[in-house]
């Protein structure tokens, strides 16, 4: 603890304590968040919030000094608090998005740089945890045109083999990265392995999960953003840059997509990819869907009927180790619960 600061935590913060940090970080351009579920405090002696902190997962989020009070060491107090409760919670390791200008002083708290744009900086608390995932990603057979599908899978459909397929076709090797962020209907260990399963046959693809670096905006915080509507474009442009730096290590040159005719966020992320990908020297190839008696073929589609119990009926939809994931009847229940927490197919 700081010396002549109070140190309050809050298990989460509510009531008067969060109207205070609300108002203190408004303060300094930023807001609060409220899915955070730990916040440390420092107080001087008059009971002034001085610093704040908090802590969701494995992100730090709302990390704030007082104006007056900069380069008395409050930042590094409240991380070090944050940290002692990532621990405490198991969490061995630990990620914070920043403004690229605060690059020196979160380097010196022992972060490092994972990637950043010209509005936000990724770091994390380990020295070589992004190089250590993506060089153990590398396979050495991986020669002439490298090429890479990201996926999220939820679940694996007849329309992802097509896309791989395609992909696969077009490359003398092929990466899947199946989204590992656990937010799906159908959870992640689940879908990474249906989307092994249903591309073992497939010669020089090799399937991986994206840890935490890729495609992870559920834990994207926006609290520093002045502009709440530039969220989405801020992580998009994030999200391309880590996927440059993995395609450097991989070799990467090509990255397929599918054409996006329902949802006009990826709709948007493929544009942007479209624009940004060619200046880290890598291709953007959409691969239009494969369609069903004209209609796309969707896991929006599958999820619907297993959603209203007519899960016999998406055979025609999905490869056969994915029809026969949800023939039984404890895989439909989980992902008929999680459908049903989440509030819609």
């Not at 304590?17 to 730990?38: I, N, P, R, S």
């Not at 992004?130 to 050495?140: D, H, K, M, T, Y």
């Not at 991986?142 to 791989?164: D, E, F, Q, W």
Request: aromatic share 8%.
């Amino acid at each position: 603890m700081a010396y002549g600061y109070d140190e309050q935590e809050y298990r989460p913060l509510r009531g008067r304590a969060l109207e205070e940090v609300k108002g203190f970080l408004a303060q300094q351009g930023l807001t609060w968040e409220a899915d955070v579920t730990y916040t440390v405090l420092l107080r001087d002696g008059a009971g002034r919030l001085a610093a704040t902190a908090s802590l969701q997962e494995d992100v730090i989020k709302c990390v704030a000094v007082a104006e007056d009070l900069r380069g008395e060491g409050l930042t590094a107090t409240v991380l070090t608090a944050v940290r002692r409760e990532a621990l405490r919670r198991g969490k061995r390791r630990l990620f914070l998005y920043t403004k690229p200008e605060n690059r020196l002083l979160f380097a010196g708290l022992g972060f490092y740089e994972v990637a950043r744009t010209g509005r936000v900086l990724l770091m994390e608390d380990r020295r070589r945890g992004f190089a250590a995932w993506a060089e153990g990603l590398r396979r050495n057979d991986a020669a002439g045109t490298v090429g890479a599908v990201v996926l999220n899978a939820n679940p694996m459909t007849r329309g992802h083999r097509y896309l791989i397929e395609e992909a696969a076709s077009r490359c003398d090797f092929l990466y899947l990265l199946v989204v590992s962020e656990d937010k799906s209907a159908v959870p992640a260990p689940d879908r990474l392995a249906l989307v092994a399963a249903a591309t073992a046959d497939l010669p020089r693809v090799a399937v991986a999960g994206t840890d935490r670096y890729l495609v992870s905006s559920a834990t994207f915080p926006a609290y520093f953003l002045k502009e709440k509507a530039d969220a989405g474009a801020v992580w998009t442009d994030l999200d391309i840059a880590v996927f440059l730096r993995l395609a450097k290590t991989l070799g990467i040159t090509r990255r397929f997509v599918g054409s996006e005719p329902f949802c006009p966020v990826t709709a948007a992320y493929n544009a942007a990819m479209a624009e940004a990908l060619p200046q880290g020297g890598v291709e953007l190839i959409e691969v239009p869907r494969l369609a069903e008696d004209g209609v796309p073929v969707s896991a929006t589609a599958v999820r619907r009927l297993l959603a209203e119990g007519r899960w016999r009926e998406i055979r025609p939809l999905v490869p056969q180790a994915v029809f026969d994931y949800f023939s039984r009847p404890e895989n439909r229940g989980a992902v008929l619960e999680r459908l049903a927490a989440a509030g819609r197919p």
